[in-house]
């Protein structure tokens, strides 16, 4: 009886009893999550430009990490270091647009989604024959104190995090709705073959793309590297993107967000409420369990691209 | 048509394509045209009409396609090394068959995704949408809606106002008859004609509804399995005994039997 408690009801009345405690545990879900959406952001800007599933983009996020770690270490100033890392990740684009994407034009999805997979394996390599394979601690300087709103204990960092994610949406959305490239980029994700035909350069479109991705892996490879220390797991964070991916839709900006907003506060409140009931460990599987049921019933997410069928 | 293509704005001589370096698509094709004429493309599904359009547009490389033998020239310059964003430059654009709008922007997107090439500013490109807008005003009533929601003569008129936003000198319009009623087939090739006296646009393209292009067009091109095997004025394509029977479907003396169709295989013509 008591365990039939723990596992529906408990949880709740727990909730109504201590508001508080409900609102620190979902914030702090809302801000991990804003961790998970800036990963998935990088996915979506790929797949909607170029179709293809980046399965790189965790290790991009790593890379970038290091990068900007390994340079501060080398005595370059924080600014400068940033400078130069988004600098190395333009230049990365450039070499992913030459020696991937080029001579695999026009070839099938999964053949470049393969191809992803193993430019994840080359980076890994790569990252650490150059900058090291021991965790680093990375301080860009972003304050992190506990802050007190009405009772509620947030740490500044968070809200930084916060703050950051939500200009680089909004960026982003008047980028791709608004400017010239933009459209561009939206029409090659439409049509590759008609934006040739209109003109429009594919390879420039591929270094912009990828470039841009590789700045949003650089800002998610700071919050999560300042928070978790710089080291080889960070690029399995890419998992956990996954599943926000799956619940806003591959192709949406704002879905990547809410996805990832959606699974941070669900499996925090998931673990602290419900977690004792099963043992724990909830926070691991939840993400997946969720995307698995949009899987069943909304398979383009929540706010995917419909497929167009005219009738 | 001067023979051996100078002069010219547009000069295909001799071309080989080949796919995927072991289908052999065009067989030496050779074809002008003239600034500001018409020119129809004629043939059966797989006569290579298609395949000759991409060669000059060069579409052709992103589909593992190449031009392995002859040249193409676009006023007197070699253009078959160039990419097509090159091309869009210089006036040279392909509106492909089956539309192909990009269906999640809108039509006013899809129109300005067209003007990606220009560099004259933004006023320029605006007063150009207009001109758009006036040659096709259902455009102008679906501005706002995404192309994947319109019909298809809506989507081949945002392909072709599309290209229009380019400001090209030669359009290469693929079977713009596909799928549609004749009444708008007839209406989309008299928006054709008038883009050609009024704005000066050169038409190179490519139809199976013989009747249709011959009527509108200058000159006229029959492709069959990768070879030219006739040429000749519109009009005189129209009267020729072969054409109004193979293509026409009409033939002088009534209803034929299959087995007396004789077998029409005529040597290749060279141009040049």
New interface residues.
Partial sequence: MEMLRALTYGPLVEMWEYPIFLAEVALNGLLTGVMYSLVALGFVLIFKASGVFNFAQGVMVLFSALSLVGLMEHGVPVWAALVLTVVIMVVLAMVIERVMLRPL??QDPIILFMSTIGLTFFLEGFGETIWGSNVKRLDVGIPDAPLDIGGVLVSTFDLWAAAIGATMVVVLAIFFQKT?IG??L??V?????????????LRTIWVVVWSVAGMVALVAGIMWGSKSGVQFSLSLIALKALPVLILGGFTSVPGAIIGGLIIGVGEKVAEVYWGPAVGGAIENWFAYVLALLFLLFRPQGLFG?RI?E?V | MSADGNGALLSVNNIEVIYDHVILVLKGVSLQVEEGGVVALLGANGAGKTTTLKAISNLLRAERGDVTKGTITYRGERIDRMTPTELVGRGVIQVMEGRHCFEHLTVEENLLTGAYTRRDGRAAVQADLEKVYGYFPRLRERRGSQAGYTSGGEQQMTAIGRALMARPKLILLDEPSMGLAPQLVEEIFEIVKQLNEHEGVTFLLAEQNTTVALRYATYGYILETGRVVLDGAASVLAQNEDVKEFYLGMSAGGRKSFRDVKHYRRRKRWLA
Avoid: F, T, Y
């Fill in positions: 034009v026009n010239p459209r561009a939206r029409a994700a439409d049509d590759h073959q008609a934006a040739l035909s209109v003109g429009i350069p691209e167009i005219r």
